[in-house]
C-alpha cells in the first residue's frame, strides 16, 4: 500500500463483483486517512486473469493478513467476503496500517476461534471492551462484531479501536474523502487516496516527465485520487485524480500524455500495445485516465519488463 502506481495500483485489483464497507468497518477509520483500498475477495476464483495478477505481484500486507486469518482456522476462499486495507496517519506523524476481514460466518465462528485459541493457551488481552488475540507475522486481532475482523499491528488496532469508541475522531468529518468514496463503492474493486499520497503517486507515474517544471507547479494542486477496477470483461480500470482547478487538470493531462509518448519509445511488444490501451482527458477540475484490455494482453502485461519496472 505504499504505491498508488498506474499501473502499480492494480496490485490490488483481484476480485469480480462489488465490494463496499459495511457499518462496522466505517467507524474505526481515521479521520486523518491517507488511502483505502478495498477487494471482493471471494469472487476472486471467478477470473484467471485476476488470479494471474495474485499470483504475480500480491502484496505482502495480503499475504500477511492470508496467514493470519488461516492461523484462526479460516479459510480465505470460502470464509472471507472482502478485504479492505486502510492507512491514516497517527499524532505523531506516523503511517498506520490495518486491515479489515468481512465475511459471512456462521452464527458459532466466534465461539469456536475464541475456543480454539483457549485450547492453544492463547488469552487475549483487553483494550477497553474489545479483545485482542495475537496472530501471524506480529499481528493483532479483534473482532468488531461477528462478521467483521480487524487485523493490524497493536499500536493500529488501539488507535482504530479508540476511533470506534469516540476517542479520536472517525471519518465522517473527512469530507473530501467522503465525497470521492460516494459512487465508487459498489464497484470491484476500488480505492480513495489524499492529496499528499496522490502528488507522490503521480511523481512516480509520470516518471522522468514528473522532474519538468510543470509538475512542480501542478503538484501542490493536486486534492486526491480514486480508482476503480472490473474484471467481467477483460480488464477495465478508471482513474480520476482531483485537482484544484480546470487548468491544473488540463495541465496535469498534458504531462501523463508526455509520460505515455515517452514510454512508448521504447515500449516493444505488448508493453506498447498497454500503452495502446490507455486514454488520458480531463473533465472539469479532473484528470481521468481509462485503460481497457482484453485477459489474454493483460496477462501478458504481468511477465513484461515495464510491468516489473512499476510494479516494485
Do not use: C
Not at 83 to 104: E, N, Y
Request: hydrophobic content about 40%; cysteine-free; charged content about 25%.
Amino acid at each position: 500500500m505504499k504505491r498508488f502506481v498506474v499501473p502499480a495500483l492494480l496490485l490490488a485489483a483481484v476480485a469480480a463483483q462489488a465490494a463496499s464497507l459495511g457499518s462496522s468497518a466505517r467507524t474505526i477509520i481515521p479521520a486523518d486517512v491517507q488511502q483505502i483500498i478495498s477487494v471482493d475477495y471471494r469472487s476472486m476464483k471467478s477470473s484467471s486473469t485476476a488470479m494471474a495478477l495474485k499470483e504475480r505481484v500480491l502484496p505482502e500486507n495480503i499475504k500477511q493478513f492470508e496467514t493470519a486469518i488461516k492461523g484462526f482456522g479460516l479459510d480465505p476462499d470460502k470464509d472471507i467476503d472482502q478485504l479492505a486495507f486502510i492507512s491514516f496517519r497517527a499524532k505523531d506523524g506516523s503511517l498506520r496500517t490495518i486491515g479489515i476481514a468481512q465475511g459471512m460466518f456462521p452464527d458459532d465462528r466466534v465461539a469456536q476461534i475464541k475456543k480454539r485459541m483457549k485450547l492453544k493457551k492463547i488469552a487475549p488481552t483487553k483494550h477497553g471492551q474489545s479483545e485482542l488475540y495475537p496472530a501471524a507475522s506480529g499481528l493483532q486481532m479483534s473482532f468488531l462484531d461477528p462478521a467483521t475482523m480487524l487485523f493490524g499491528d497493536l499500536a493500529s488496532v488501539t488507535i482504530a479501536l479508540d476511533t470506534r469508541d469516540g476517542e479520536l475522531p472517525r471519518l465522517n468529518p473527512n469530507s473530501h474523502i467522503e465525497d470521492m468514496m460516494k459512487g465508487i463503492e459498489t464497484g470491484t474493486v476500488w480505492s480513495v487516496l489524499d492529496g499528499a499520497g496522490t502528488q507522490n503517486m503521480m511523481r512516480s507515474a509520470l516518471g522522468d516527465a514528473s522532474k519538468l517544471a510543470d509538475y512542480e507547479t501542478l503538484r501542490k494542486r493536486l486534492l486526491g485520487s480514486r480508482y476503480t477496477m472490473d474484471f467481467n470483461n477483460g480488464v477495465d480500470f478508471n482513474l480520476d485524480v482531483y485537482t484544484s482547478d480546470n487548468f491544473t487538470a488540463a495541465g496535469l493531462s498534458s504531462l501523463v500524455k508526455a509520460g505515455v509518448l515517452f514510454r512508448k519509445m521504447t515500449a516493444t511488444g505488448v508493453e506498447k500495445l498497454a500503452l495502446d490501451s490507455m486514454s488520458v482527458d480531463n473533465d472539469s477540475a479532473k484528470l481521468k485516465l481509462h485503460f481497457k484490455t482484453d485477459d489474454k494482453k493483460f496477462e501478458s502485461l504481468l511477465r513484461s519488463d515495464l510491468f516489473a519496472a512499476v510494479s516494485k
